[in-house]
């Protein structure tokens, strides 16, 4: 198990896929915060519960990562790929929760 996870951490193919999704989530999310309808009271709601729950994401995911990292040879691809996605992770989080958010509300 973790030489598969060293295989994957240590892979520039998966790095590069990181990086893109990274910049489409991020732009999504920026529209999604600069909409109409995200700048009312409701949107504000919206994205403050959105907000806490990749917040919580985020702290198990570094958790999560800082555990495997131990096992795991860490050069500059190693620490590039973890910290990319997280950041997707946490990122996409954010937005399937203000979809679902504004959804139900």
């Known amino acids: 198990m973790i030489e598969i996870l060293n295989e994957i951490a240590n892979s520039t193919t998966l790095f590069i896929v990181g990086a893109w999704f990274g910049l489409v989530i991020t732009i999504v999310l920026i529209i ?6 995200s700048r ?17 994401v985020f702290i198990v995911l570094v958790n999560f990562v800082c555990k495997i990292l131990d096992n795991i040879e860490i050069n500059y691809v190693t620490m590039g790929f973890c910290f990319q996605w997280i950041y997707d992770i946490v ?9 679902i958010y504004k959804r139900v509300e």
């Not at 999604?32 to 309808?37: D, G, H, T, W, Y």
Request: hydrophobic share 55%; aromatic share 6%; net charge positive.
């Open 40 to 56: 009312d009271e409701r949107g504000r709601s919206i994205i403050g519960k959105a907000s806490i729950i990749s917040t919580i």
């Open 32 to 37: 999604l915060f600069f909409v109409k309808s």
């Open 91 to 99: 990122l996409a989080v954010e937005v399937i929760a203000i979809l």
